[in-house]
């Protein structure tokens, strides 16, 4: 389906720039957000030169209100309306939650959970007026069971496949529809900074964000709410919803503690 305006959040880096890509391709104009404006005006660039495209650009911090209020304000004075968000935006550190600072873990609520909140109800009223529309929230595998050492990041994803859940039945019979897309590890940045050491897994459980983008796109065309990318994440998502809760957080232990060890 090609999307008419893709108001895309952490839209600079890994994923959040396939995204951009693969929407680009089809002929969808972009509204982007991310801290960096140096970086975001050399993705609208490149945007623009490959795709012949009209790209919007907004630095903004998600994780504070008036960041969250720009992108408002700059929609209105420009009569924006999309028809697709992307609220990809997201943070996530490994270690032990007792030596984690408060900034760092409040940060990642607040951009993992509260900005993804508000921003879907600051435009879920665009496309209820307009009849159609469709928003799209980044989850994870890590949601699927709680994950020790990466305690606050796999919380934060419990909420959002909720969240999608719940509102995906309230927007029943509006035109406008909710997914979450929930991939496994992948090579992108964000991993590097969730794991500045490594982090070891074997080559089955990676994918690509080409992978994820392509996924995600078609499981909203199939009209599917939670979306699992990769056969070996459909088969955790089977496991950890018939294992005892705390054999399956032994589980998520026994993986996210190599990251942790290498912490130290």
């Known amino acids: 389906m090609k999307y008419e305006l893709v108001l895309i959040t952490g839209a600079s880096g890994g994923l959040g720039t396939e995204f951009c890509n693969q929407l680009a391709a089809s002929g969808s104009d972009l509204i982007l957000t991310d801290l960096s404006s140096s970086s975001l005006k050399n993705l609208q660039s490149d945007l623009e030169k490959k795709y012949k495209i009209q790209v919007h650009t907004i630095p903004a911090d998600l994780s504070i209100s008036e960041g969250r209020d720009k992108i408002v304000s700059y929609l209105s004075k420009k009569k924006l309306k999309p028809d697709l968000l992307i609220n990809n935006a997201g943070l996530g550190y490994i270690g032990d939650f007792a030596n984690e600072p408060e900034s760092s873990f409040l940060t990642t609520i607040r951009v993992n959970v509260e900005a993804l909140t508000a921003m879907t109800r600051k435009i879920l009223p665009i496309m209820l007026a307009n009849g159609k529309g469709r928003i799209l929230n980044l989850a994870s595998t890590a949601s699927f069971q709680p994950v020790p050492y990466f305690t606050i990041y796999a919380a934060s994803k419990v909420f959002v ?52 983008v392509k996924t995600a796109l078609a499981g909203m065309d199939r009209g599917k709410t939670i979306i699992v990318v990769g056969w070996v994440n459909h088969i955790q998502q089977i496991l950890t919803s018939i294992l005892p809760r705390r054999m399956a957080a032994w589980i998520g232990s026994m993986v996210f503690s190599i990251g942790k060890k290498r912490e130290n």
Do not use: M, Q
């Open 161 to 212: 496949l909720y969240f999608t859940d719940g509102l995906s039945y309230e927007l029943k019979g509006t035109g406008v529809s909710i997914h979450a897309v929930s991939p496994g590890p992948i090579r992108t940045p964000f991993f590097g900074k969730a794991f500045p050491k490594g982090f070891r897994s074997p080559d089955l459980f990676w994918l690509t964000p080409t992978k994820v």
